[in-house]
């Protein structure tokens, strides 16, 4: 997918986000994806983004982010189309070459010696499961230990890794069956870092703002929202408010961020709506925006309506990953010794 800074993408970059935004930025939710990583052929809805390799996604986010300095956290990409293996053996060797730390995909399915000998790899910070890989007929309905059983999690608790979680269920972590489940993991697992992505799922503040007096019972433990390809500013209002600036993690979820468009709420579903894959129309005529300059506007509105200071900000963009990062890399180097 082609990436190019167009009129709107500048006047958004330099009226909402250029000056909160602070000179180095950690990336914690990034995706390669290449035609390797499937037996066959990509599957259609994929072919979009063309060849994602790692340097190929630094670059774009490179030029994107301007004069920032970025330093990214990486993982594969969840399909049960995809060969899993082949693509934690990529990161595996890329992160040596490019110098990034990443998660490994993991699933239901592989062992504990498989995953010990990735995990003991310096740049592998944790693991990304993921609902597809889920038994369930309808991953939607998985419980987070029908995609992520404990014995896996005793690993991650073992080494102290970082977990990023895309909860299933249509409410994410408005549903109290997942707010139970993380409220018993992370007390049974306490050196786990959870990363809920995207929100905790939550694309639209409804879920949220009724179900906040749940979901605060998870803030004072290890568990961590990171923003990616969420483009509502209500929900980082409320998230910021409720958790502070403590508990936010950056991500722009590239490839994805590449689209032009956003998350729409429908009823109580959402949909993304983007140029590439949807004829957006209007009576006068409509230039959408680079999703990921949409999400950073809608962040950057929270912290200011927030009046949150440079160093919330900062914590926000970069020191909350880095600290996870370095906690994981202190936690493994004590264990492996
Ligand atoms: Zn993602």
Redesign the pocket.
């Known amino acids: 997918m082609k990436v190019q800074i167009k009129q709107v993408d500048e006047r958004i970059w330099n009226e909402e986000i250029k000056e909160i935004l602070p000179s180095k930025i950690f990336d914690a ?1 990034v ?1 390669t994806l290449k035609k390797d990583f499937f037996s066959n052929c990509v599957p259609e809805g994929l072919r979009i983004y063309g060849e994602c390799s790692v340097p190929a996604v630094q670059k774009k986010l490179s030029f994107l982010f301007q004069t920032r300095q970025l330093q990214f956290l990486f993982t594969g990409w969840p399909s049960t189309d995809a060969l899993i293996e082949k693509q934690n053996m990529y990161l595996v060797n890329c992160s040596k070459k490019y110098q990034f730390n990443f998660l490994v995909i993991v699933t239901p399915q592989f062992t504990p010696s498989y995953l010990e000998k990735i995990v003991k790899d310096k740049n592998c910070i944790g693991f990304k499961p993921y609902k597809c890989f889920s038994s369930k007929s309808d991953p939607e309905d998985a419980k987070i230990t029908d995609y992520l059983p404990e014995h896996q999690i005793e690993i991650a608790n073992e080494y102290g890794l970082l977990i990023t979680l895309h909860l299933s269920k249509r409410k994410g972590i408005s549903d109290p069956e997942n707010i139970d489940d993380l409220l018993y993991l992370s007390e049974k697992y306490p050196c786990v870092s959870w990363n809920l ?1 995207h929100c905790g799922r939550s694309y639209f503040p409804e879920n949220i703002e009724k179900s906040m007096r749940n979901i605060i019972r998870l803030k004072g433990r290890n568990v961590f929202f990171d923003t ?1 390809a969420v483009t509502d500013r209500c929900v980082f209002e409320i998230l910021f408010s409720e958790f502070g600036a403590d508990y936010i993690i950056y991500g722009s ?1 590239a490839p994805i961020c590449f689209h032009r468009g956003k998350c729409v709420r429908f009823g109580y579903d959402w949909a993304f709506i983007t140029k590439e894959t949807h004829s957006i129309t209007a009576s006068f005529p409509v230039e959408p925006a680079l999703l990921l300059y949409e999400q950073l506007w809608a962040m950057c509105h929270a912290i200011k309506k927030l009046k949150f200071s440079k160093k919330q900000a900062n914590e926000i963009f970069f020191e909350n990953a880095e600290k996870v990062i370095k906690k994981v890399k202190s936690s493994k180097r004590k264990h492996l010794c």
């Open positions: 939710h995706h992505a990616s979820d």
